[in-house]
């Protein structure tokens, strides 16, 4: 069975700060990897996605790499701002039924302040 | 622009009172899922359909079911609501080819709250 955990649970910083969260998984067979963010009380914002033959995806500030050997994935922040305040949850799927099933990370809570 | 879209965004119904969420899309993906989302915890899935074909997750209550009458939409019934099942409840779509996982899009959700 797949478990996904992130770390750090939550992570204050301030403002223009360079940062990085992790996310790791246990069965490295895997066909990709997905980046979230959700504001409270809303739905989820896909942010990158990583297909299992790609090392890096970058979209401007954000970065993700995925190493499957070690069953791991970093997303890298650039640059933070305050309106990058939200929950980032990584995501792993699992065809299942003709969809993908996906397991999501426990998420970071991350705060970035002025 | 919006591509998934759910209504309600807040549904309040009370104890055992059947309700129903509506999610539709302007993907023409042929995948829907329904997820749940408790408070502080990551979204857990309940079932998805793969064009027509209803797949249910082991773990999903037989209180929950679901409707997908054309590929726009997708509905989520909860037959007699629980204190147990306030949440909220996330739609996605996504557009299978092949085995390869594809990025899943997902809607504002629907925040429900029983009474």
């Known amino acids: 069975k797949q478990e996904v955990t992130q770390i750090p649970a939550a992570l204050s910083v301030p403002e223009g700060e360079n940062l990085v969260l992790n996310c790791s998984f246990t069965d490295s067979a895997i066909y990709n990897l997905q980046w979230f963010r959700q504001d409270p009380g809303k739905g989820l914002t896909s942010l990158l996605l990583?297909?299992?033959?790609?090392r890096e995806q970058t979209s401007g500030r954000l970065n993700a790499s995925l190493d499957k050997s070690s069953g791991r994935s970093t997303l890298y922040i650039a640059a933070s701002q305050p309106g990058d305040s939200a929950t980032y949850l990584c995501?792993?799927?699992?065809?299942?039924?003709?969809?993908?099933?996906?397991?999501f990370g426990t998420g970071t809570q991350l705060k970035v302040e002025l | 622009d919006a591509m998934v879209i759910q209504n309600p965004r807040y549904q309040v119904t009370q104890f055992g009172k059947p309700v129903t969420l509506s999610c539709s899309q302007t993907?023409?993906?042929?995948?829907m899922y329904w997820y749940q989302q408790k408070s502080s915890q990551a979204p857990k899935l309940l079932f998805h359909?793969?064009?027509?074909?209803?797949?249910n997750e082991a773990d999903t209550p037989d209180n929950f079911q679901s409707r997908r009458p054309n590929t726009s939409f997708c509905f989520l019934d909860i037959r007699s609501p629980g204190l147990g099942d306030a949440a909220m409840y996330l739609c996605a779509t996504s557009n299978k080819k092949g085995l390869a996982g594809e990025t899943q899009y997902f809607g504002p959700g629907t925040r429900l709250l029983v009474l």
């Open positions: 359909y793969y064009d027509k074909d209803f797949n």
């Open positions: 993907l023409n993906h042929n995948v």
């Open positions: 990583i297909q299992s033959s790609q």
């Open positions: 995501a792993v799927p699992l065809l299942t039924g003709g969809g993908n099933k996906l397991t």
